[in-house]
């Protein structure tokens, strides 16, 4: 089937129209319309000097915890000015469309859920989320703290540094969220993995899992990923066009 704007081919509109059980595992690319830019491109600015991954470890915290803070602060600050976009809307619908959905993010910036997703099932959050906060002595979520003008601000409780409550490399995804989102790989019979470059793991073994549970895989992104090759449906293109392509396809 041809829409106008993107194609879809047919065999995935029938078998969507026909599923119980979807999964979708989105990354930054399904934000990447909306401003924010993905983990892999290139830093701009103040901060083209450092690269995420050299920042994103408690490695790099504890090395200079000012540095890894403010880098968090400038990304909050920037996701609270983003705006959910047709991909993030389009998974909206989606959610409402089938008796079980899963989205499991690996974003960490809450367009999901200030779209709207997770008003019938909970929006799985691999890598934590960077409007919280965490101690990270005690790795409890603190909502509140006093401003001292240091930086890091520091635990009211403990004295610890405080960090943002997401997953930097060579820490533990939070166990509930992992086990929720292998159990959606392996019980669906269709798989989205949305904008992500799937190089980081273990979110990126989860379209195996389903794979080899037997579930159609699709894949949505502009460019091609380890994924591609193995992929039963490739949507070559930006998540923005592609999704609502595929909601205005299922509509009858
Ligand atoms: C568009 C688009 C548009 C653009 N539309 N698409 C097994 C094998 C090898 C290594 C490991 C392994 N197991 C663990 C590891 C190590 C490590 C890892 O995976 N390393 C690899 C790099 C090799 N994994 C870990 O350390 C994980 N921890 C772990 O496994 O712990 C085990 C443990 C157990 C017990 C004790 C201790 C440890 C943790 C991984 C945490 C990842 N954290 C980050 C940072 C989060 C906070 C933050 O945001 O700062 O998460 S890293 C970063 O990568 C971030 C992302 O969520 C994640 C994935 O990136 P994503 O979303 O795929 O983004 P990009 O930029 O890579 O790709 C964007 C894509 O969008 C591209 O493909 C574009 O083409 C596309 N795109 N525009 C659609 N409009």
């Known amino acids: 089937m041809l829409t106008e704007q993107f194609p879809i081919p047919w065999p995935l509109v029938e078998l969507l129209r026909s599923a119980q059980r979807v999964a979708v595992l989105t990354g930054a690319g399904v934000s990447a319309e909306s401003g924010v830019p993905t983990f892999r491109e290139a830093q701009t600015g103040l901060w083209s000097n450092y690269r995420p991954e050299e920042l994103a470890t408690p490695q790099a915290f504890l090395h200079n915890p ?32 089938f008796p079980h959905f899963t989205l499991i993010t690996q974003n960490v910036d809450n367009l999901h859920q200030r779209a709207g997703s997770g008003k019938r099932f909970p929006v799985i959050e691999l890598h934590g989320n960077i409007l919280r906060t965490k101690c990270f002595e005690e790795n409890r979520e603190i ?66 899992r389903a794979l080899d549970a037997g579930a159609a895989v699709v894949e949505i992104n502009p460019d091609e990923t380890p994924l591609t090759r193995s992929a039963t449906f490739v949507l070559s293109g930006p998540a923005g066009q592609a999704l609502p392509a595929l909601l205005s396809a299922l509509t009858p």
């Open 66 to 97: 000012r540095l890894v803070w403010e880098w968090y602060a400038w990304r909050r600050n920037l996701v609270l000015k983003a705006e959910p976009n047709p991909a993030h809307l389009a998974l909206v619908e989606l959610e409402q469309r």
């Open 143 to 208: 909502a509140s703290w006093q401003e001292t003008g240091e930086t890091p601000p520091r635990c009211p409780h403990c004295g610890g540094m405080l960090r943002p409550d997401v997953v930097w490399f060579n820490e533990p995804l939070p166990e509930q969220a992992l086990q929720a989102a292998w159990e959606a790989a392996q019980n669906c019979q269709v798989f989205l993995s949305i904008g992500t470059s799937g190089i980081v793991q273990p979110a990126a073994s989860l379209p195996y």
